[in-house]
């Protein structure tokens, strides 16, 4: 039984049924607080002057259906978790209430009342995860801005935890992950919740330009230095002075620029190219890398010495194959942006269109997500983003016909069908894993317990997915 705070939940019963209702009573009142009623009508009245974390709501009944009262719960008390119960509905009328927003699905007669305890369970526990997160980002916003910073898993928690010890600190932080993960942006976050938020934030891709620009480009330069050197001009050191700097992919520069650079960061001197003299700067350094360093320093791309004075205090930030739950998210704020920016109708997205997303690597991670979704955007042409709005390579990479098997599933008995799919889930489930139970438990959010007796009913050996 799932309880928070040592509460029990309240479920409120819908249905017009008399037996239906006392079953799932009786089922259910050992362990929540169970309220009842006969109709929609009857319900609102209950859901007025009670507090219920999951209403359970038979579809087709007389007077108000179950459609009209899902879309009022999903209105007026957005935080119940809705289960629709289907017998005389329709498929059509399920799926619409699914794409309306119910929760979960369970289908009349309800012959295994375990399984609609499962599902009250599963509905408990993510709303128990949905309020956790909310509570935890409520804190976190008041006490330092993280606009700009999309994501609710677990790993953006752990690091905006982080970011809010390491932002007043004043000292070098070294910046990790993959190419377009939002390095910056937490660079950005990092600094505007610091002491220095108050003077400039500079940053500066260090591969983007070559050797002597980038030296003049961060020291500045005299006039006359180099041929284009027409004037005099300050660099990004004594732009940042104050302020914060952020030297991105500070791996692609040089092992003489990497002295310069070294000096700059322990004494806080800089000299212009074709300067005289020295200029003392008062700098917050974030640097940042999409490469092994210490691979680098092997390598003899990166000086020890210089790893060390930036590797002060290490940010890695996960790629988003690692933290899907934050995919939809980033899809939303997109969908917004892009929507605004050529001018249509916010659109809303499939959920083929979605699924496709949530099950796409992202090698490219944030940045490949956010092109992905302008394309989808810029090439809508209804109110709904589908598959074939995404770029080919996503959507025919990730588009497949049903293979005979699916048809094949339909000529028979729902029971065997019910086999046959859950032997081919599993072993689809283990291939895709390597056979790392652990790894397929967290991704079907199936108890490794249970994976196993799945694997005994249905005849699976998982260390046949192992390579050897």
């Not at 002075?241 to 002295?259: A, K």
């Not at 490219?364 to 109110?383: F, M, P, Q, W, Y």
């Not at 497949?400 to 008995?413: A, G, I, R, V």
Request: charged share 30%.
């Amino acid at each position: 039984m799932f309880e928070n705070n040592g509460k029990k939940a309240k479920i409120l019963i819908v249905d017009d049924e008399k037996d239906t209702r006392d079953i799932f009573r009786r089922h259910l009142e050992d362990e929540y607080l169970i309220d009842t009623a006969d109709s929609a009508m009857a319900a609102l009245e209950k859901l007025e002057n009670n507090s219920y974390q999951i209403a359970l709501s038979d579809l087709v009944m007389p007077g108000e259906d179950g459609l009209s009262l899902l879309k009022k719960i999903k209105k007026n008390w957005p935080e119940i978790a809705v289960m629709v119960i289907s017998g005389k509905a329709s498929i059509e009328m399920a799926v619409n209430a699914m794409k309306i927003g119910a929760d979960e699905f369970i289908e009349k007669p309800v012959e295994d009342l375990d399984l609609l305890k499962l599902k009250i369970e599963k509905l408990l526990k993510a709303k128990w995860q949905t309020d956790e997160i909310k509570r935890l980002r409520s804190i976190l916003d008041k006490e330092f801005d993280r606009t700009h910073i999309v994501g609710n898993s677990l790993a953006i928690q752990k690091i905006m935890e982080k970011v809010k010890k390491i932002a007043p600190l004043d000292t070098t932080i070294l910046i990790s992950g993959e190419t377009g993960v939002g390095k910056e942006l937490i660079a950005d976050l990092i600094y505007r919740n610091s002491s220095r938020s108050n003077k400039n934030f500079v940053a500066i891709n260090c591969g983007s330009l070559p050797e002597n620009l980038l030296e003049s480009t961060l020291f500045g330069h005299k006039k006359g230095s180099f041929t284009s050197a027409i004037k005099d001009k300050i660099g990004y050191f004594q732009e940042a002075d104050g302020g914060t700097l952020f030297l991105d992919e500070i791996t692609e520069t040089s092992l003489e620029f990497q002295v310069k650079l070294l000096r700059a960061l322990e004494k806080g001197i800089i000299r212009q190219v074709g300067g005289e003299s020295d200029v003392t700067v008062d700098v917050r350094i974030i640097a940042a890398t999409n490469k092994d360093l210490e691979e680098e320093i092997v390598n003899k791309n990166l000086r020890e010495d210089l790893y060390y004075r930036l590797n002060v205090i290490n940010l890695h930030i996960p790629p988003l194959r690692e933290r899907v739950g934050d995919i939809k998210l980033l899809v939303s704020k997109f969908i917004s942006g892009f929507s605004n920016k050529y001018k249509k109708q916010e659109l809303k997205i499939s959920n083929a269109t979605l699924s496709i997303l949530l099950n796409h690597q992202w090698k490219g991670n944030i940045r490949e997500l956010k092109n992905t979704i302008e394309h989808a955007v810029a090439l809508a042409s209804h109110d709904t983003i589908i598959p074939e709005d995404l770029p080919d390579y996503i959507y025919k990479g990730e588009s497949k016909e049903p293979d005979s098997t699916t048809f094949h599933f339909l000529e028979l008995p729902y029971h065997e069908a019910k086999m046959k799919f859950e032997k081919k889930y599993i072993e689809s489930l283990m291939n895709k894993c390597d056979g790392d139970v652990t790894k397929a438990s967290r991704i079907s959010d199936i108890k490794r317990q249970n994976l196993y007796d799945k694997f005994k009913r249905c005849n699976i050996n998982p260390d046949d997915f192992r390579d050897n």
